[in-house]
């Protein structure tokens, strides 16, 4: 992907409101706020043209949607990071100090320090798609919450028949809702998400539901140029600290995917049974003391791995392709 080279606005992201700072031609600093609504934004990018400007913006959710996308809508070429990269940046520049003029600033020299990567925005479908996961994800988890409840309820020893009908009533609500949701889930799958769902799919401990979720999370792959930076976004990716005689490892990075970090986790509980490289690879961990928590982790990293690899490939997981590929050469 190209580097930005154009002068940098620093985007701060808030609920209600959005601080830029830039440069202007005269080398003076600027900083505006601006409301985080439609008609603002696209009012304040309608006076910067182009050829002259392009954004850095701290990524925080949702709030932060709305200004990357009018902007790249708009024709401006747009970067998201993260927001410890800008903090871990402060601490760099002996910055104590914390405002959102300041943040804006930091983003800003940030951006013109690194020259971040233009984002490459979700397509519709696949923005939809995103969305329905999410809210089959919210309802899952509620029914699951009631199903306790209900479950513990039902150990009084005096029930009330009201409170109790009204839990059945709710948990087939949400039972018809979550029905509703997986209806919708095909219409929203195009023949290349279609294709790429097939190959992830075809690695032995991945199913429909943790391929969807990695195609929505990473645009069909589209984002990482390598396995190496997939696994550390997932925070999958082990850490070593070494210093002098110093040496141990600190954990994983951590990073906000935990809800699939979570269906990865699951997985490797059937890949370890049916994918004969990660039961050889989940064996010899442990044959080497290590803890089995710490082993699944591993498995999933490695799971991790092979799906990019099968999606960049476009070929189907072959268990034996390494072997069959030293046989042909």
Same mark, same amino acid.
């Given at each position: 992907?190209?580097?930005?080279?154009?002068?940098?606005?620093?985007?701060?992201?808030?609920?209600?409101?959005?601080?830029? =700072?830039?440069?202007d031609f005269?080398?003076?600093?600027? %900083?505006?706020?601006?409301?985080?609504?439609?008609?603002?934004?696209?009012?304040?990018?309608?006076? !910067?043209?182009?050829?002259?400007?392009c954004f850095?913006? +701290?990524?925080?959710?949702?709030?932060?949607?709305?200004?990357?996308?009018?902007?790249?809508?708009?024709? #401006?070429?747009? =970067?998201?990071?993260?927001?410890?990269?800008?903090?871990?940046?402060?601490?760099?520049?002996?910055?104590?100090? &914390?405002? @959102?003029?300041?943040?804006?600033?930091?983003?800003?020299?940030?951006?013109?320090? #690194?020259?971040?990567?233009?984002?490459?925005?979700?397509?519709?479908?696949?923005?939809?798609?995103?969305?329905?996961?999410?809210?089959?994800? @919210?309802?899952? +988890?509620?029914?699951?919450?009631?199903?306790?409840?209900?479950?513990?309820?039902?150990?009084?020893?005096?029930?009330?028949?009201?409170?109790?009908?009204?839990?059945?009533?709710?948990?087939?609500? !949400?039972?018809?809702?979550?029905?509703?949701?997986?209806?919708? !889930?095909?219409?929203?799958?195009? +023949?290349? #998400?279609?294709?790429?769902?097939?190959?992830?799919? =075809?690695?032995?401990?991945?199913?429909?539901?943790?391929?969807?979720?990695?195609?929505?999370?990473?645009?069909?792959?589209?984002?990482?140029?390598?396995?190496?930076?997939?696994?550390?976004?997932?925070g999958l990716?082990?850490?070593?600290?070494?210093?002098?005689?110093?040496?141990?490892?600190?954990?994983?990075?951590?990073?906000?995917?935990?809800?699939?970090?979570?269906?990865?986790?699951?997985?490797?509980?059937?890949?370890?049974?049916?994918?004969?490289?990660?039961?050889?690879?989940? +064996?010899?961990?442990? =044959?080497?003391?290590?803890?089995? &928590?710490?082993?699944?982790?591993?498995?999933?990293?490695?799971?991790?791995?092979?799906?990019?690899?099968? %999606?960049?490939?476009?070929?189907?997981?072959?268990?034996?392709?390494?072997?069959?590929?030293?046989? !042909?050469?």
């Amino acid at each position: 992907m190209s580097k930005i080279s154009k002068k940098v606005i620093g985007v701060d992201v808030g609920a209600k409101f959005l601080t830029v =700072s830039f440069n202007d031609f005269e080398n003076r600093d600027q %900083v505006f706020n601006i409301e985080n609504t439609q008609r603002s934004i696209l009012s304040f990018l309608k006076k !910067l043209r182009i050829e002259d400007y392009c954004f850095v913006i +701290e990524a925080t959710g949702n709030y932060s949607s709305r200004i990357l996308h009018l902007s790249l809508v708009q024709g #401006f070429e747009s =970067s998201l990071i993260n927001c410890m990269s800008v903090k871990h940046f402060a601490r760099m520049k002996n910055i104590i100090s &914390k405002t @959102d003029a300041e943040d804006a600033k930091l983003i800003r020299l940030y951006g013109e320090m #690194f020259k971040p990567d233009i984002y490459t925005s979700k397509s519709v479908d696949i923005e939809h798609l995103d969305q329905e996961l999410k809210l089959l994800n @919210d309802l899952e +988890e509620e029914k699951r919450r009631y199903g306790v409840k209900l479950k513990s309820l039902r150990y009084n020893a005096q029930i009330n028949p009201n409170t109790e009908k009204h839990y059945e009533r709710r948990l087939q609500q !949400l039972e018809k809702e979550i029905k509703e949701v997986i209806s919708r !889930l095909p219409g929203l799958q195009d +023949e290349e #998400f279609k294709e790429t769902k097939a190959l992830l799919q =075809s690695v032995s401990g991945i199913g429909e539901k943790t391929s969807l979720q990695l195609m929505t999370a990473t645009s069909g792959f589209k984002n990482f140029n390598s396995a190496k930076s997939l696994s550390k976004y997932f925070g999958l990716a082990p850490r070593i600290y070494q210093s002098g005689k110093k040496s141990y490892s600190p954990g994983k990075c951590r990073t906000s995917k935990n809800h699939i970090r979570g269906l990865l986790y699951v997985c490797s509980w059937t890949a370890i049974k049916h994918n004969k490289q990660c039961k050889e690879f989940y +064996e010899r961990l442990l =044959s080497q003391g290590k803890p089995k &928590k710490l082993a699944l982790i591993a498995v999933c990293n490695k799971l991790l791995r092979i799906c990019f690899g099968v %999606v960049k490939n476009k070929i189907n997981y072959q268990p034996d392709y390494q072997k069959n590929f030293k046989i !042909l050469t």
